[in-house]
C-alpha cells in the first residue's frame, strides 16, 4: 500500500478558496490513479476528483468549474484546489491512490475542510 499524508484543510468561508496536498511514499507513485473522496456527516463518502498518471481528469457533478486536481510526479503529490467553497463542501476529505478510482487501494488519514461564516 501507498502512504498517503494530507495537508492543507481548514476552515473557510463561503466563496473562498483552499488548497489541498497530499504526499504519497510509494516510488511508483506515478504509475497510479490518485484522487480525492469526502464525507459529509451523515452523508455517504463521494468521489470528488481523480487524476490519472497522464493527466486525464474527472470531478463529481457538484465541483466541476470550481474544482481543480492536478498532479506533480517528481513531488509524488496530488493537489485539490477548491475555490468558490459552499456551505455544502464541509467535509472530511481523503486522498486515495490505486489502480483504479472507484476501488482505491490506499487511504490518507482524512483532512477536515469547514466552511462557514
Known amino acids: 500500500q501507498v502512504q498517503l499524508v494530507e495537508s492543507g484543510g481548514g476552515l473557510v468561508q463561503p466563496g473562498g478558496s483552499l488548497r489541498l496536498s497530499c504526499a504519497a511514499s510509494?516510488?511508483?507513485?506515478?504509475?497510479?490513479?490518485m484522487g480525492w473522496y469526502r464525507q459529509a456527516p451523515g452523508k455517504q463518502r463521494e468521489l470528488v476528483a481523480g487524476?490519472?498518471?497522464?493527466?486525464?481528469?474527472r470531478y463529481a457533478d457538484s465541483v466541476k468549474g470550481r474544482f481543480t486536481i492536478s498532479r506533480d510526479n517528481a513531488k509524488k503529490t496530488v493537489y485539490l484546489q477548491m475555490n468558490s467553497l459552499t456551505f455544502e463542501d464541509t467535509a472530511v476529505y481523503y486522498c486515495?491512490?490505486?489502480?483504479?478510482?472507484?476501488?482505491?487501494?490506499?487511504w490518507g488519514q482524512g483532512t477536515q475542510v469547514t466552511v462557514s461564516s
Open positions: 510509494e516510488t511508483g507513485f506515478s504509475i497510479y490513479v
Open positions: 486515495v491512490a490505486g489502480l483504479s478510482i472507484m476501488r482505491p487501494g490506499s
Open positions: 487524476i490519472t498518471s497522464g493527466g486525464g481528469t
